[in-house]
C-alpha cells in the first residue's frame, strides 16, 4: 500500500480491511524505538492544531494522544467537558461546530454515545479520530493491542486470543472483535450469559464457564465491568464475580506454555484479575499495552493528518 490512507476518519475497526490495519501497525513500529530515546522530537505535525476533546474520564488514551500529538510537533489543546459549555446545555452538534470554526487539523473525541464520533464527523472539516464511544468501538485500542500481540509473538495469525468478561457492554471488544479475526487470529468470548453480546457474533465460540473458556488459550484479555453502562439490577446481579470470572494465578495454569495476560485498562485487582497476575513480569502486557498506545496513536495523526488520504 502506498502512503495514501484510504479513509478520511478513524470511527472503528469496522470498515478498515486487514491491510489497512497492518498499515497502520507498520507505521506505528517506528515510533516504538523511537519513544525509547532521550529526546523525542519530530516535526512532521509542526503548525497543525490537534483538539483532544473528552466527554468522559481518561488516562491512557487522552494522554497518549497529548503525548504522541506533542511528540510530533503539533499544537494539543485539550476540552475538558467539566468546565465547558456543555454543562450549559450545549448539543454535542454545536460544540463540534464551534471547535470546528476554530479551524483544527484533527479532532480526537471520546464521548459516552454510541455513535458520537460519527455524529461529530460529519460537521468536522478535519479527520476525526474515535477515543471511544459508548459500548461502540475504541479502534486505536484495538490497534495498540494488535501491534502488543504481533511484537511479542512475531504474528496473531493462529493465537487463540480469549476475550473475557464485560464483553456486551466494552468498545474494546467491540473494535478488538474485528480486528483479531481480521488479522487471523482465533478468538473466544468468555462471561457470565448476561455480559456476552445479546446475540453473539457468528464464527466466535462463546463461554460462560471461565476455565474451560481460557483453557490452551495463547492470549486472555480481561477487561472490567462497565458498571457505569449497566442497569442497577444487572451490576447487583453479578455477585461474587471474582470467584468464578477472576483471572487468577492458579487460573494461569490452564492456559498455553507462552501465554499472556492483558487488559486494556482500567483494572479493578480483586475484580476481574488479580494483582499478582496484573503484575507478573513473565506474563503480564499491560504497561507494553500503554507503552503501544502512544506509537499508535503517533502513527494515527500522522496519517490521517496527510494530505492524500482517503476522502
Ligand atoms: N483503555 C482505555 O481506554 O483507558 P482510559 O479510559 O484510561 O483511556
Same mark, same amino acid.
Given at each position: ?12 475497526? !469496522? ?40 466527554? !468522559? ?32 446545555? !450545549? ?149 461474587? &464475580?471474582?470467584?468464578? &470470572? ?25 475484580? !476481574? ?39
Amino acid at each position: 500500500m502506498s502512503s495514501a490512507f484510504p479513509h478520511r476518519h478513524l470511527l472503528g475497526i !469496522e470498515g478498515l480491511s486487514a491491510d489497512d490495519i497492518r498499515f497502520l501497525l507498520d507505521e506505528a513500529e517506528q515510533w516504538v524505538e523511537f519513544n525509547r530515546r532521550a529526546r523525542k522530537q519530530d516535526g512532521r505535525l509542526i503548525g497543525l492544531t490537534q483538539i483532544n476533546a473528552f466527554f !468522559e474520564n481518561s488516562t491512557r488514551t487522552l494522554f497518549s494522544f497529548e503525548i504522541a500529538g506533542k511528540r510530533l510537533g503539533a499544537q494539543v489543546a485539550n476540552f475538558h467537558v467539566d468546565s465547558s459549555s456543555v454543562k450549559k446545555g !450545549e448539543s454535542l452538534t454545536d460544540t463540534a461546530l464551534t471547535l470546528n470554526a476554530m479551524q483544527p487539523d484533527v479532532l480526537v473525541i471520546r464521548h459516552e454515545a454510541n455513535g458520537a464520533a460519527a455524529e461529530v464527523a460529519e460537521v468536522m472539516g478535519c479527520p476525526v479520530i474515535n477515543a471511544g464511544d459508548g459500548s461502540g468501538e475504541h479502534p486505536t485500542q484495538a490497534l495498540l493491542d494488535a501491534l502488543t500481540l504481533r511484537r511479542r509473538f512475531g504474528r496473531i495469525e493462529g493465537l487463540k486470543i480469549a476475550i473475557c468478561g464485560d464483553i456486551r457492554h466494552s468498545r474494546v471488544a467491540g473494535s478488538n472483535l474485528h480486528s483479531l479475526p481480521l488479522l487471523g487470529a482465533e478468538v473466544r468470548i468468555v462471561g457470565p450469559e448476561e455480559l456476552l453480546p445479546p446475540s453473539p457474533p457468528p464464527g466466535f465460540a462463546s463461554f460462560t464457564d471461565f476455565e474451560e473458556g481460557i483453557s490452551g488459550a495463547d492470549v486472555v484479555m480481561t477487561l472490567r465491568i462497565q458498571r457505569e453502562r449497566m442497569e442497577e439490577a444487572l451490576s447487583d446481579s453479578l455477585g461474587d &464475580y471474582h470467584s468464578l &470470572y477472576g483471572l487468577t494465578r492458579e487460573r494461569l495454569e490452564r492456559l498455553a506454555p507462552n501465554a499472556v495476560v492483558m487488559h486494556p485498562g482500567p483494572m479493578n485487582r480483586g475484580v !476481574e484479575i488479580d494483582g499478582d497476575v496484573a503484575e507478573d513480569p513473565e506474563r503480564s502486557l499491560i504497561l507494553d499495552q500503554v507503552e503501544m498506545g502512544v506509537a499508535v496513536r503517533m502513527a494515527c495523526l500522522d496519517v490521517f493528518t496527510r494530505p492524500d488520504r482517503g476522502a
